[in-house]
């Protein structure tokens, strides 16, 4: 009997932890999303957000000419509709009648071409303005060769928008269909300039506007009455808050005070799959962690080095072991769940791991490294649970060929802020890409900058990059990329580790939620029904 009522106990105690999960705690939070929204946002400027976890605000805040459903199916955004050429080179959107900022002032062609602009134009420094030198002038726009104004997209009219390609990029939609392909609200710019997006100025497009940002405790949407379908939007608000800290995250869950968390630490697992196993969602991601070494600094741009500290990690212990959330290891850049996509991998995929060992150690000595002149770095990472479990073990394998790496635990947006001005020697990072290799193997070409935070660059490899761009056939352009990823994994300059899951903390009165392979939530389609 004492076995029985402490169970019953025990049962008690957690339902009564879990009441947040049914219910909100007060009826005004009923058209009110509450997320845990990883951390906090460097930016809410659309042409200079990086992370995926402003992205998620981005989604909300701004629309493009295409956009992803909760089910993360692309589909029509600002634009209704669209043409593309036989060829590939020629993008006609056609926008949706009447459309308006968050403001009331008419959006047309012009503000759509003017965001393109401002995303390529040397004075933004966008960050992820490589990832449009698909558009013809795009890459000599963003070096500052040519004008702004020389840039191949244009208004045809007030409600078309021409975009001309320098190749068939078939992921063209999916790159800007977020934050960087949002229009400028020129009127709001004009009067403004980049402090158009703070919170007293802000004007956007999206099923939401930002009302509140309080730095490091939550940041405020409210619904945006002139968004184009915002008939179809049930919430009013939406509160982002940065959750660094996965496991504080979690009691604030069980607290009732998220509906929602973007991430669930794995010391968690076991409690929350006994108590509340039907709101956690895992999913495969098109995604990877992997560790940036900066080729330019040394020793590391000796590729020995590069390939001992590759070759002596246990990627198998890493996702078996201290993981255990579905993640497999990685021996190439692109997850080999791509699409028609068959790359190469790491040549020691195979080798068990003591051999792996002895080798690395051979590398290290002959790198001028050993017991008398240990190779000893700053190993930088991210400050969340996780990470810092794998950091620890990677440490360990290190260890065991004779490398001390010291580890330096920073906030995510310190740490990236730092990998993007290459302020580092060894880093772990983490990349969410589209359903194509380009899109992962992009990080690597010299072109890059910023995003290649390792600085790694190979004129082969940027060679073969460029002419599987120049390649319509599916087949033939992928076969020419694979080519290319071997380069950069026989030249160890990424090191990946393992393809991440997408895990998500969902209450059971989040109605609308879909777990999809490219981790996208709009608010738009969620509602709470309590």
């Not at 045809?156 to 063209?172: C, G, K, R, S, W």
């Not at 977020?178 to 229009?183: M, Y």
């Not at 777990?515 to 608010?523: E, F, K, L, Q, Y």
Request: aromatic share 10%; charged share 25%; hydrophobic share 40%.
């Amino acid at each position: 009997m004492k076995i029985i009522a402490t169970a019953l106990a025990r049962i008690l105690l957690m339902s009564l932890a879990f009441a947040g999960l049914a219910t909100n705690a007060t009826a005004e939070t009923r058209t009110a999303l509450h997320r845990g929204n990883v951390a906090e946002p460097d930016t809410l400027d659309p042409h200079k957000m990086t992370t995926l976890y402003e992205g998620y605000i981005a989604r909300d805040i701004y629309t493009a000419l295409v956009a992803r459903n909760n089910k993360g199916i692309l589909g029509p955004g600002t634009a209704e509709t669209w043409d593309i050429s036989e060829d590939g080179l020629v993008y006609t959107f056609h926008l949706r009648e009447n459309l308006k900022w968050s403001d009331g002032h008419d959006l047309t062609a012009g503000d759509v071409v003017a965001g393109f602009q401002r995303l390529l134009d040397p004075k933004t420094a966008s960050q992820s303005a490589s990832l449009v030198y698909m558009v013809k002038n795009a890459e000599e726009v963003a070096t500052g060769q040519m004008p702004v104004d020389q840039l191949a997209v244009r208004a045809v009219d007030p409600q078309t928008v021409e975009v001309i390609l320098n190749h068939p990029a078939p992921q063209f939609l999916g790159i800007i269909a977020g934050g960087r392909g949002a229009p400028l609200p020129r009127h709001a710019y004009e009067q403004h300039g980049d402090e158009w997006v703070y919170q007293q100025n802000f004007v956007g497009n999206g099923a939401f506007v930002l009302a509140e940002w309080q730095p490091n405790n939550f940041i405020r949407a409210v619904k945006n009455p002139y968004f184009y379908d915002a008939d179809k939007v049930q919430l009013e608000e939406v509160y982002y808050y940065p959750t660094e800290d996965y496991n504080a995250a979690i009691k604030r869950y069980r607290a009732g005070e998220l509906d929602w968390n973007a991430q669930i630490p794995t010391q968690q697992m076991t409690l929350l799959q006994e108590i509340a196993p039907n709101d956690i969602y895992i999913s495969k991601a098109l995604s990877v962690t992997y560790i940036w070494i900066n080729n330019q600094v040394k020793p590391f741009d000796d590729p020995r080095v590069r390939a001992a500290l590759a070759m002596a990690i246990d990627r198998k212990i890493i996702t078996d072991k201290i993981m255990k959330m579905g993640e497999t290891p990685a021996y190439s850049m692109v997850p080999p769940f791509v699409t028609d996509y068959t790359g190469p991998q790491f040549d020691f995929k195979d080798t068990p791991m003591d051999a792996r060992r002895d080798r690395a150690r051979e590398l290290l000595a002959e790198a001028g490294f050993g017991p008398d002149n240990p190779l000893e770095f700053e190993y930088r990472i991210r400050a969340s649970a996780d990470g810092k479990r794998h950091a620890v073990a990677i440490k360990k394998f290190w260890d065991d060929v004779g490398v001390k790496a010291n580890i330096l635990a920073t906030d995510i947006k310190t740490h990236y802020a730092d990998l993007s001005e290459h302020n580092f020697a060894v880093a772990d990072a983490g990349w969410s890409a589209l359903d194509d290799p380009e899109d992962f193997l992009y990080l690597a070409l010299t072109s890059s900058g910023a995003q290649n935070s390792g600085n790694y660059s190979n004129p082969e490899y940027d060679r073969l990059m460029e002419e599987a761009q120049q390649i319509a056939n599916i087949k033939d352009r992928f076969a020419k990329m694979a080519e290319a990823e071997g380069i950069l994994l026989a030249d160890y300059g990424i090191i990946p580790l393992f393809y991440a899951t997408d895990r998500h903390l969902v209450g059971p009165q989040v109605k609308g939620f879909h777990a999809n392979v490219v981790d996208v939530h709009p608010s738009q389609y969620i509602w709470i029904d309590e």
